[in-house]
Structures are given as C-alpha cells and as structure tokens.
C-alpha cells in the first residue's frame, strides 16, 4: 500500500480503501509469481486485520469484504499404486532397528492402509482395542466415531509387535509406543514413510497420509461404492469422498492412452 499509495499508509488511508485498491494489491501478488493459495491465505489475514482495527479502534472499511480470493486449483488425492502400497507396508520394518520396533513400524502401516486412518487415527488408539476383533472403534476429527473393518493381516501384523513389545502395556496406555514407552508420535511414522520414499524409490506424495488415500482408492477400482467409502474413511460430506473418483478417472484414461491401438498410432 506504501507502494501504491506513494507514501506511509495511516488509519484514515485504511479506512478510505476502495475495491479498486485491494484489487491492485491482488494483482501485484500474481504479477511476483506468488501462488493462488499464498494469496488466498494473505487475504484472509487482511481481512482478520481489518476486524481487528474495527474492533480495537473503529477502523471500518467495508471494501475488504466485497474482494474475492483467487480461484484455487481443485486438489486430488495422489495414492500409491497397489504395488507401492503394499511393498511400503511389507518394508516398513527397518531391518537395522530393533525386532519389536520393526514389527511395530510394519503393523501401524498395515493398519493405515488396511482401515483407511488417518496417522493421528492409528498412534492414538490405546492398548484397551487390543486383542482386535472384526472391528475397531475409531474416534475421528470433530468427536465422531465410525466402525473400521479389521482384515486379519492386520490384526496379525499388530499382534505380532504386540508379542515383541518390551513395554509393560495396560488398559489406558498406548496401543503404539516409542523406544522410551511413550505414546507413538505421528512424525516419527512420517519419518519411516520417508526413509521409505528413498529406499524403495517411491514419488514424494507417498506419505502416511497417501496410504489412506490408496485404501479408498483401491477400494473403489476393485468395485466399491461412494457412500461404504465414505463410512470406512469417516468422510462428513460425499463430495469429499468423490475426489477418488477423479483419481480413478484418470488412471482409466492413462491406461486407455498406453494400451489402445489407435491411442498410440
């Protein structure tokens, strides 16, 4: 605004913004080459500013709410392939750390994939879920709660750690834990997901994350229907859950482009 202004910027010159003003400031951000997302983030902090003065010291300026954000590309989930996916969860372990920890590495994997978690999910069960049945009782975000299917890999993987876990574990303690026996924390799973990525040779968005991204994937190349995903991955809304058809969609028209004759001709 100094800029733009020719000078220091003060309430009153705040306060007497137009449209036309904050619309320059927009189109400066995308003249530097900024992203859409920075300067959708920029402007909501403009606008946080602005009922900050109001309500501080009755600076008003009515302009800053008629400015929209910039439109932000439509974001699809990018899951492993089902040979990435398993072969992350198989080689979880690290073969140089300790047995239990390795076992314990490979189980969290397998259940992210295998029900569809999210890692904060997976590292904050506690050890009153075990042994697992059919089922396993997930708390997800905002408090609700959702069954998840439990394949019996996955309960072989988990008691399997739990059967080489030196830690002393009680109803009411982690399911999951770290060398010290506290509870598990969701980098150190991004951190093995990571060493992953360079040992196995897989692209940058293979994360924790990316493996709940494949298990609703998978699921819905091999037949699944939207609204059994949208319960299996605790989804509020179906169209959140309707990005994995866009994925689908487009691994369908990659291999159509690599396997039909008039494609390649």
């Known amino acids: 605004m100094q800029q733009h202004l020719g000078g220091p910027v003060d ?7 137009r449209p036309a003003d904050f619309r320059a400031w927009l189109a400066d951000r995308r003249g530097q080459g900024l992203a859409a997302s920075s300067t959708a983030r920029a402007l909501s902090a403009v606008r946080a500013f602005f009922r900050f003065m109001e309500r501080a010291g009755g600076v008003k300026n009515p302009a800053i709410a008629t400015q929209r954000g910039p439109k932000l590309p439509h974001a699809v989930p990018k899951p492993l392939s089902e040979p990435q996916a398993l072969r992350s969860v198989r080689e979880a372990g690290d073969a140089d750390a300790d047995p239990w920890i390795a076992a314990r590495d490979v189980a969290v994997l397998t259940l992210i994939y295998g029900c569809g978690l999210r890692v904060s999910e997976a590292v904050g069960l506690n050890f009153d879920a075990s042994p697992l049945g059919d089922t396993l009782l997930i708390h997800g975000k905002g408090g609700k709660q959702r069954l998840a299917p439990v394949l019996p890999v996955v309960r072989e ?13 009680q109803p009411g303690a982690p399911l999951f834990t770290g060398a010290r026996g506290k509870r598990l924390s969701p980098r150190q799973v991004q951190l093995n997901m990571q060493r992953l990525r360079g040992a196995l040779g897989l692209p940058d968005s293979a994360t924790p994350h990316a493996l709940r991204h494949s298990f609703a994937t998978h699921l819905l190349s091999a037949g699944g229907d939207l609204r059994t995903i949208q319960e299996l991955l605790g989804h509020a809304s179906l169209s959140t859950t309707q990005r994995y058809t866009e994925v689908d969609a487009a691994r369908l028209i990659e ?10 001709g």
Do not use: D, F
């Open 255 to 264: 291999v159509y482009g690599q396997a039909h004759p008039r494609a390649r």
């Open 11 to 17: 309430l009153a010159q705040l306060q007497g913004l």
């Open 157 to 169: 993987a988990i008691e399997n750690y739990l059967a080489l876990c030196p830690h002393k574990l």
